[in-house]
């Protein structure tokens, strides 16, 4: 099955940037759903970013964000380097987490939908600064 292996946390101060890539080997990034979490200590894992809309032939794929990076991350990928990226911009110290890949198996459910994210990365950890 698809490995992920995502790279690029760091610390950086507030209002910084940070730029993360996810390396899949063993499928393709075209052929699944591809999303970002992340997890601070003692709080639960929470999405970050998630293809909202699957690419087909009549339509763009698109993201969803949560309301807390919205504006201010963006996912995109290139499935051509079967990598996935998530750019953060305007970072701030609530951003501070290990960040994990995600990816989902493409499923036809009256439409094509993403099943549950069940392939994880080992994580990127980025810390922010006051």
């Known amino acids: 099955g698809v490995q992920l292996v995502e790279s690029g946390g760091g610390s950086v101060q507030a209002g910084g940037s940070l730029k993360l890539s996810c390396q899949a080997s063993?499928?393709?990034?075209?052929?699944?759903?591809m999303g970002w979490f992340r997890q601070s200590p003692g709080k639960e894992r929470e999405r970050v970013a998630i293809?909202?809309?699957?690419?087909?032939?009549?339509?763009?794929?698109?993201?969803e964000y949560s309301d807390s990076v919205k504006g201010r991350f963006t996912m995109s990928r290139d499935d051509a380097k079967n990598t996935l990226y998530l750019q953060m911009n305007n970072l701030e110290p609530e951003d501070t987490a290990m960040y994990y890949c995600?990816?989902?198996?493409?499923?036809?459910?009256?439409?094509?939908?993403?099943?549950?994210?069940?392939?994880w990365g080992q994580g990127t950890q980025v810390t922010v600064s006051s």
């Open positions: 293809t909202d809309t699957i690419a087909t032939s009549n339509t763009e794929e698109t993201a």
């Open positions: 063993g499928g393709a990034t075209s052929t699944y759903c």
């Open positions: 995600a990816a989902a198996d493409i499923t036809w459910r009256a439409g094509w939908k993403c099943s549950e994210y069940n392939i």
